[in-house]
């Protein structure tokens, strides 16, 4: 991963950017505009990238940019079929990305929040939910006033102010913030229902509504 073009100064890859929460390493370089922290300069003038707004690198496909090729690289991954998911068909950009999706399917939690007990499928998610407990939000919009506990939810607030709608729809004209929600609006063209109820025939387009759903057997209430 490279910093800028022609650049040859490697940076850490984007997972260990974003989070880490089983390192225990000194990070005295600071981040002025969001408080993040780094092992070295060299790290730190990589991620201010991340503010500049400039992305070098683009994709042929979708037409999304990157400020690194390797993220470029990895990004062009999901394009193929290379780390296909066998229940639903999504494509990732490693195997690692494609290892945490299977815990959609699987129902696997292995990261446990030892404040409330509550359990998630990735050790990043995990770290931004401490955070509630915390109340500690340490990304900040350098354009207004708002504050945000995670990197991810902070660059998808950054649309809020560009307007940009990176993820397209390749079926309709929508475009959407997040890959997320494009993963969503996907299922109304194919019909997709992968998250299938373990205790009745049911299959649902979105986890949230299988969450639902299952209060029927569990007798939970809303």
């Known amino acids: 991963m ?7 100064i490697e940076v850490e890859t984007e997972a260990d950017i974003m989070e ?3 390192d225990d390493q000194t990070r005295p370089f600071l981040c002025t505009v969001c408080d993040k922290r780094f092992t070295s300069i060299k790290y730190l003038d990589c991620h201010k990238l991340t503010h ?10 979708c037409q999304k940019r ?3 090729q390797q993220s470029l690289s990895k990004h062009m991954n999901a394009h193929s079929s290379k780390y296909k998911c066998t229940e ?9 990305n494609l290892r945490q999706h299977r815990r959609v399917h699987t129902g696997e939690k292995p990261f446990e929040c030892s404040v409330c ?6 050790a990043g998610h995990l770290v931004g939910h401490s955070r509630i407990h915390s109340r500690t939000k340490p990304y900040k919009c350098h354009i207004c006033d708002k504050a945000f506990s995670t990197s991810g939810y902070l660059n998808g607030h950054m649309r809020v102010h560009t307007g940009v709608k990176p993820y397209k729809c390749s079926m309709c004209d929508r475009a ?8 969503v609006h996907m299922r109304v063209h194919t019909g997709d229902k992968p998250y299938k109820c373990p205790m009745c025939d049911k299959a649902f387009s979105q986890s949230g509504d299988l969450n639902k759903h299952m209060r029927v057997h569990t007798r939970e209430k809303p």
């Not at 500049?52 to 496909?61: A, H, M, P």
């Open 176 to 183: 959407f913030r997040f890959s997320g929600n494009l993963n």
């Open 66 to 68: 990157f400020r690194h």
């Open 2 to 8: 490279f910093c800028t073009a022609g650049s040859s």
């Open 117 to 122: 007990s509550k359990r998630f499928t990735e």
């Open 88 to 96: 639903c068909g999504k494509c990732f950009g490693s195997n690692h």
């Open 52 to 61: 500049s707004g400039n992305k070098f690198y683009s994709c042929t496909l």
């Open 20 to 22: 880490h929460p089983h």
